[in-house]
């Protein structure tokens, strides 16, 4: 469903150049789990930004269902981050004057359409925050707000997931409750795309792709994953 | 949930921040609200004396300098002189202004409308002091001069008798009783008046008729004072037949006369909105400057929106929502802040005339607030909407 061909992407000029990605090629199929791993400055959180349409690319191109998604104008990414992607980030990012259910309403505000509050009660439910619905984000914990964001990402119905160091915060034990999270919401059929440094968290994923310097230098297929 | 319901918990949660976004609103809208008020009130009070003192319309004879004043008013300077107008004029000008009220009502009727209240001037000695002697029709002058009191006594009811305005009595020690004579004529004091604030404190009346025996002015009047008490009455049409038609005289409606004083008041208005509106320029570069620092501490916040599906569009609005809330609260106070203003400052402009508040300034306050944060959000809202969601990250 998504495909990447050859993107690079290159940040300043001339003598200032930093070359973040370098003729990344990538496919990620429906129903993929995909970990993306490299140290700090491998490119991996470049790498998700120019997937999701979130930054432009220097040279290449990006498909989602067959479609260019890495030239489009600003309203055609508008209509895929609400509908097709969605994030997850590393610092939840959720609107610190709403509550945990107004953050997760939020996505649906900007589409304006017609909708209740029920459907982003379920949700919360589902991630297990039903009783938090009315907190601040101040009032959660690390592993309640990235469950937030989470419901958050869901409540468009993406069929890919991006998420960026979704555990980085955590301790060991918060972090496995939202990867075991993200592992139903890919048994559900959802692809999700997740951007780490920790091999133990990238040993949940289905596929492994390890990025240095900009460059893919190793792709592994992990039969292991998904493990609970 | 709805944009506007995002908008209105992020203001609330940023209640300082927006205040002193506000501040340049506030500024603004109070210097305009406070010039306006004070300035009304200004002329309110021109116009409030004209009502309270006297006529709407005076006639003097063709050449002459009388002094007419009209409360803290100077409408001319008095020569008292041999200028005069014969008494015989007197039905004529009533016939004009009658008639012509009448028309402009649409009455049908032949009683009398306006007070005509013929005046003969004189200087005088009485007790070895000069003095101005007024001669007046006793019924007449009563009815334009209803905020006259009688301190002592009683008011004119005989023809040898005079009411001594307030400070004459005093400086002349006059007091009720008192037989003084007048170029040889005596009369008594009848009643001595309240103190008005105007001319008439220096003056001693009598009945006209008294006046003209004792100065050997028969059939002479001074000046006519023509009061119609409504609003509608064409007193400048009144002045135009009167001069048009009585030889020897000359009409001035007292309202043309004050509008010379009014323009000046709208000059000096004029030039002090003009200042306002600089303030309520700067102003707005005030609320452009916290808007945009707004927009600068909420990079992160809009990176947010836009990543979870907020178009450019809302951003836009988001903030111009904001300007709303900034421009409603802005004028409000802007409004209080002036009146509050106005209140202090007035009085010492308008030496101590009384300001008061108008509310038919509220909603433009609140308008012109609403219009300028509008504006000034124009292009903070703007910079925030090209904002990219990965930059905004990318600089936590």
């Known amino acids: 469903m998504l495909e990447i061909k050859t993107i690079s992407k290159v940040y300043g000029e001339g003598p200032a150049k930093v070359v973040a990605l370098n003729s990344v090629s990538l496919l990620v199929n429906k129903g993929d789990f995909m970990a993306i791993m490299g140290p700090s400055g491998s490119g991996k959180s470049t790498l998700l930004n120019v997937i999701g349409g979130l930054d432009h690319l220097s040279s290449g191109e990006v498909l989602l269902d067959g479609e260019r998604i890495d030239n489009l104008d600003e309203n055609a990414l508008v209509d895929i981050r609400r509908g097709k992607i969605a994030y997850v980030f590393q610092q939840y990012h959720l609107i610190p004057s709403l509550t945990a259910l107004e953050n997760v309403l939020l996505p649906l505000t900007f589409c304006e359409a017609d909708h209740r509050d029920q459907k982003a009660l379920d949700i919360l439910e589902r991630v297990g925050l039903e009783r938090r619905a009315e907190h601040k984000p101040s009032q959660l914990s690390g592993g309640e707000q990235q469950r937030v964001a989470i419901a958050r990402a869901l409540v468009n119905d993406p069929s890919l997931i991006l998420a960026d160091e979704p555990t980085g915060n955590m301790d060991r034990k918060t972090g496995n409750e939202i990867l075991a999270l993200f592992n139903e919401l890919n048994r559900e059929g959802r692809s999700i795309v997740m951007v780490t440094h920790d091999p133990e968290i990238a040993g949940h994923a289905k596929a492994l792709v390890l990025l240095q310097d900009g460059q893919i230098v190793d792709r592994i297929s992990q039969e292991g994953g998904n493990k609970p | 949930m709805k944009l506007y319901q995002i908008v209105v918990k992020d203001v609330t949660r940023r209640k300082k921040r927006m205040l002193y976004a506000s501040l340049g609103v506030i500024i603004g809208v109070a210097t305009i609200v406070a010039v306006l008020t004070i300035g009304l009130a200004g002329e309110t009070n021109i116009y409030g004396q004209l009502e309270k003192y006297g006529a709407n319309l005076v006639v003097m004879p063709a050449i002459s300098d009388i002094d007419v004043g009209l409360g803290g008013l100077s409408l001319g300077t008095l020569a008292v002189g041999e200028n005069y107008i014969s008494e015989d004029n007197l039905p004529q000008v009533r016939q004009i202004a009658d008639g012509m009220i009448k028309e402009a009502l649409g009455i049908e009727d032949d009683s009398d409308i306006a007070t005509i209240a013929p005046r003969l001037y004189m200087g005088a000695e009485i007790k070895g002091t000069s003095v101005i002697v007024v001669g007046v029709d006793p019924q007449q002058e009563r009815q334009l001069k209803t905020w006259w009191r009688i301190r002592e006594g ?75 008490l409504c609003s509608a009455c064409p007193t400048s049409d009144i002045a135009g037949s009167i001069n048009g038609n009585i030889p020897g005289v000359q009409a001035v409606a007292v309202r043309q006369i004050a509008e010379t ?43 947010i929106m836009r990543a979870v599906g907020a178009s450019r569009n809302q951003v836009i609005k988001i903030f111009l929502y904001e300007a709303i809330i900034i421009g409603v609260a802005g004028g409000l106070l802007g409004y209080v802040v002036g009146t509050l203003l106005a209140y202090v400052v007035g009085p010492l402009i308008l030496d101590g005339v009384p300001v008061s508040y108008v509310p038919e300034y509220f909603f433009p306050a609140l308008a012109l607030a609403t219009v300028m944060a509008v504006i000034a959000t124009v292009y903070p809202a703007f910079r925030a909407s090209r904002i990219k969601v990965a930059d905004s990250f990318r600089s936590l």
Do not use: W
Not at chain 2, 180 to 202: C, F, K, P, R
Not at chain 2, 207 to 228: N, W, Y
Not at chain 2, 281 to 301: P, Q, W, Y
């Open chain 2, 154 to 228: 009683e008011y004119l009811e005989h023809a040898d008798q005079a009411l001594g305005g307030a400070i004459a009595a005093d400086l002349l020690q006059l007091s009720v009783g008192d037989k003084v004579a007048l170029n040889g004529m005596e009369v008594t004091i009848a009643g001595i008046l309240e103190e008005t604030g105007s001319d008439d404190d220096y003056q001693v009346f009598v009945p006209i008729e008294t006046a003209q025996q004792a100065f050997e002015k028969e059939g002479l009047v001074s000046s006519i004072d023509v009061r119609a």
């Open chain 2, 261 to 303: 004083e009014m323009g000046m008041m709208d000059k000096v208005n004029r030039f002090l909105l003009a200042l306002a509106g600089i303030t309520l320029a700067v102003g707005c570069f005030g609320v452009v400057n916290t808007m945009l620092s707004s927009v600068h501490e909420r990079i992160k916040d809009i990176g």
